[in-house]
């Protein structure tokens, strides 16, 4: 299938990973950008580790563990027991492998290189053909507010298992952050197509990156439509805390309740068949199907549907 312009997909980690994987299964290389948070960043162990970036690139290159749903497949352990057994901290598991990747990036990033650069150079070197852009090169830290207190994101999300009750999110450092070169080169491109927002948490994985200044007014000034891909199936998360973040927050587990967090940003859904009552009332134009992605052929059939159900969009037909 081809297709003109140029389009810019919105990612966190797991269900991020899996649709920008789709999307590159049907976009050439230079029609796609996928835009990830950096939010999750943080040093650990003295290493500067980018979880959700790491999950992108990582599926994209097929070399991420569908089961675990989170790093390398094949991956082993032995650095980890060997930092538990000297009395350091094991909390955040990094694999053997995934560490090699964690200690380039590091020693890159203290000689100089930008985190897109690194991103960029990892991505080429493991074959990987479309443009995978951190949100920011500048250091943002989410900042979960909790019935405890404020706690980093990491301790909320990995050391604390998202036990605590979730508040609220803040975003250390995001008033001076700048959005990437290659992230505003999208927003700025005159063959801007659409932009997807993946089914990723909306408010851990996306928020960072619609918070980032001038994305949200540079996004709405594009007049481009603006599609978001539910991580709800039927009232719940596929996978991770967001299903439990909005009950707490005493937001409904819906397509309606995805929308309250974007503000009048989205101008279309793309839905689970199991949500299809809702999109047949929604205000929205909305498409129901098997979002479910299993495996990669799932991924490429729901970027393909997405891409589909985009050239369909009333008022804007492909090439138009
Ligand atoms: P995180 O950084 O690991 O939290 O990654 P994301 O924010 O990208 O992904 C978390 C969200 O992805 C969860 O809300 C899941 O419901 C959603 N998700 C994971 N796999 C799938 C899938 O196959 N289909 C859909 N629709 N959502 C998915």
Redesign the pocket.
């Known amino acids: 299938m081809s297709r003109d312009g140029h389009f810019l997909a919105l990612?966190?980690?797991?269900?991020?990973?899996?649709?920008a994987n789709g999307l590159t299964q049907v976009l050439a290389a230079d029609a796609l950008t996928i835009v990830v948070?950096t939010g999750?960043d943080f040093e650990h162990l003295g290493l500067h580790v980018s979880?959700?970036i790491d999950?992108v690139t990582y599926a994209l290159a097929g070399l991420n563990d569908p089961v675990r749903?989170?790093g390398l497949a094949g991956e082993s352990w032995n650095a980890m027991r060997a930092v538990a057994r000297l009395g350091g901290p094991d909390w955040f598991a990094l694999g053997d492998h995934d560490l090699a990747t964690h200690l380039l990036r590091s020693q890159r990033l203290r000689a100089g290189e930008t985190l897109s650069q690194v991103t960029a150079a990892f991505a080429r070197r493991l074959g990987i053909g479309h443009r995978i852009v951190p949100m920011s090169d500048d250091p943002v830290r989410s900042v979960v507010d909790t019935d405890e207190g404020p706690l980093p994101f990491q301790d909320y999300?990995v050391r604390r298992r998202c036990e605590p009750a979730f508040r609220g999110i803040g975003f250390d450092g995001i008033a001076d952050a700048r959005p990437a070169v290659g992230f505003l080169d999208a927003l700025a491109d005159p063959q801007l197509r659409a932009i997807v927002l993946?089914?990723?948490?909306?408010l851990?994985?996306?928020r960072p990156i619609l918070s980032l200044p001038g994305v949200d007014e540079r996004l709405r000034a594009r007049r481009v439509p603006v599609v978001a891909?539910?991580?709800?199936?039927g009232g719940?998360?596929?996978?991770?805390?967001?299903?439990k973040i909005l009950r707490e927050l005493g937001v409904p587990v819906t397509p309606e309740g995805l929308l309250s967090f974007y503000d009048g940003l989205v101008d279309a859904l793309?839905v689970?068949a199991c949500d299809a009552d809702w999109a047949s009332c929604s205000r929205l134009s909305a498409l129901a199907t098997d979002?479910?992605?299993?495996d990669p052929g799932?991924?490429a059939r729901?970027a393909r549907e997405v891409l589909a159900f985009i050239d369909d969009l009333p008022g804007r037909s492909a090439g138009a």
């Open positions: 990612a966190g980690g797991v269900g991020g990973a899996k649709l948070n999750d979880p959700d999950s749903g989170w999300f993946c089914p990723s948490n909306p851990l994985s996306l891909v539910s991580p709800f199936v719940d998360a596929v996978k991770g805390p967001a299903a793309v689970d979002t479910l992605m299993r799932d991924q729901l």
